[in-house]
Antibody, heavy 120, light 107 residues
């Protein structure tokens, strides 16, 4: 069974840092591009970042560029999102999601999400 | 950046109704469009990709059409399990963007 399980969310103060993890199983993780998508409470979906299957290429939304870093460990089947200089507006459920096998960036598999709350 | 809009923002319908949701892109995205269903407290679920291709395990009452800038998601006969929020998403270029969502609720 294809599965993505996020962890690492929690309460952090403005200006703080947090690292999210996404453990993948049930598929060949190293063959797929991966993404982070977030959803603020009661709001819509917002794409955050993408990393190529071999980790050599990344993209970011303007709202997180320079503050967030996406990475992956294909040996450990894990995706990461390092979040620095956090702001109140970063408060959201963060989902990891998988692109299709050809790298087309729609999301055919999602994790259950992990909540990040930025507040003093 | 490509901006996505959806209409209507909310929709009231009966079980058995035919339901259509429209998604528009601010510029041509060819057929690089996906649709998702999301229920409260749950992750989104892929319904349609490449504008009209049905996702794995998705019931055939869901269909998608369109290309360029205008797209539709149709549910041919609304079922109790279909009351949810629906989002479109383009993947023509980065940044990827989603529509604001259409909430379908019981009339």
């Amino acid at each position: 069974e294809v599965q993505l399980v996020e962890s690492g969310g929690g309460l952090v103060q403005p200006g703080g840092s947090l690292r999210l993890s996404c453990a993948a199983s049930g598929f060949t993780f190293s063959s797929y591009w991966m993404h982070w998508v977030r959803q603020a409470p009661g709001q819509g979906l917002v794409w955050v970042s993408r990393i190529k299957s071999d980790g050599t290429s990344t993209n970011y939304a303007d709202s997180v560029k320079g503050r967030f870093t996406i990475s992956r460990d294909n040996a450990e089947n894990t995706l990461y999102l390092q979040m620095n200089s956090l702001r109140a507006e970063d408060t959201a459920v963060y989902y990891c999601a998988r692109s299709d096998y050809s790298g087309n960036s729609y999301f055919d598999c999602w994790g259950q999400g992990t909540l990040v709350t930025v507040s003093s | 950046d490509v901006q996505m809009t959806q209409s209507p923002s909310t929709l009231s319908a009966y079980v058995g109704d035919r339901v259509t949701i429209t998604c528009r892109a601010s510029q041509s995205i060819n057929s690089w469009l996906a649709w998702y269903q999301q229920k409260p407290g749950k992750a989104p679920r892929l319904l349609i990709y490449k504008a009209s291709s049905l996702g794995s395990g998705v019931p055939s009452r869901f269909s998608g059409s369109g290309s360029g800038t205008e797209f539709t998601l149709t549910i041919s006969s609304l079922q109790p399990d279909d009351f949810a929020t629906y989002y479109c998403q383009h993947y023509n270029s980065y940044p990827l963007t989603f529509g604001p969502g259409t909430k379908v609720h019981v009339k």
